[in-house]
């Protein structure tokens, strides 16, 4: 396969349109990740497509030619598009991503959505973000709410390190702690907000997600063990009134529901993703 992409790439050399084509049929790239790579190669902004179009015939220089060969490769191989670019696009904030952290997905928007619908009638709320990662979900709602006060916490130095530079980058003020989950948090939240790993430790699909850390996918037998722990550490850390949410599997929102219910919690709930999936749960702790 890769002989062959060499030489269909070098049969048109230079030409813009015919990279493209090459690394869709010899490779089988969505034409989307096809095109993102090329304008990555070329220093363009990731929503510059048009331009490619306006520019199909231009001529690529030998280095670009090399370097867009490479990343195809490793895309086809299932690297993920943003460990490649180093960007990605979440809730209108461009992150940086690598290795380092668990790509962020378009589904994990539908849990941004439901924090800040919470969150909106609150004055300076407080929020934290359980195994931030590289900090898409607190990033995005301090965006959102300036005034909010949001806080991180991930187990992984490297995780944090990524999160730190998001947020400086974006010039996002959050409080970034080190920690297991609410191990060493002191204060109240009027909302926890969490994307926990939730994959099962046996789960076929694992081998599919090999480029992304493993930490930051599975949980146990069943891939509850983290919302687990976190139901049972949230009551002492949420204000009364307060919400807990999670991101979770596909077909785990039954599980997790059942897990705040006998955790205490009330209003019981679950948000679908814009698939149609259940793809949130949360629960608000009592008043009283």
């Known amino acids: 396969m890769n002989i062959q992409f060499s030489y ?41 497509r048009a331009w490619l179009l306006a520019h199909d015939g231009d001529a690529l220089d030998p280095e670009a030619e090399m370097r867009y060969i490479k990343l195809t490769r490793l895309r086809a191989a299932g690297t993920p598009l943003a460990y490649l670019t180093g960007v990605r696009e979440f809730y209108g904030l461009e992150l940086r991503v690598d290795a380092r952290v668990l790509d962020p997905r378009p589904d994990t928007e539908t849990l941004v959505d439901w924090a800040l619908e919470y969150i909106k009638d609150i004055t300076s709320p407080r929020v934290i973000d359980l195994g931030t990662g590289s900090g898409a979900i607190a990033l995005a709602i301090k965006h959102a709410r300036p005034d909010a006060q949001v806080g991180a916490v991930d187990a992984s130095v490297d995780a944090l390190a990524v999160a730190r530079d ?55 037998p069943d891939g509850l063990d983290a919302i687990r722990t976190i139901i049972s550490q949230a009551p002492a850390r949420l204000w009364p009134g307060s ?24 209003n019981v709930q679950s948000r679908k993703d814009l698939a149609g999936i259940e793809r949130c749960s949360g629960g608000r702790w009592p008043l009283a």
């Open 8 to 48: 269909i790439f070098n049969s048109y050399r230079m030409q813009i349109q015919k990279a493209l084509a090459a690394a869709c049929s010899a490779l089988g790239l969505e034409r989307l990740d096809a095109q993102l790579l090329l304008l990555h190669v070329l220093g363009r902004p990731q929503h510059d």
């Open 166 to 220: 998001n947020a400086q980058h974006l010039g996002l003020e959050v409080h970034f702690q080190q920690g297991n989950w609410l191990d060493g948090v002191e204060q109240r939240f009027d909302l926890i907000v969490s994307n926990p790993p939730y994959i099962a430790e046996d789960d076929p699909h694992l081998e599919q997600l090999g480029h992304e850390p493993h930490l930051a996918l599975t949980s146990g």
């Open 243 to 266: 919400w807990l949410l999670f991101e979770h599997g596909w077909d785990q929102a039954a599980a997790v529901r059942a897990l705040l219910v006998r955790a205490g919690f009330m």
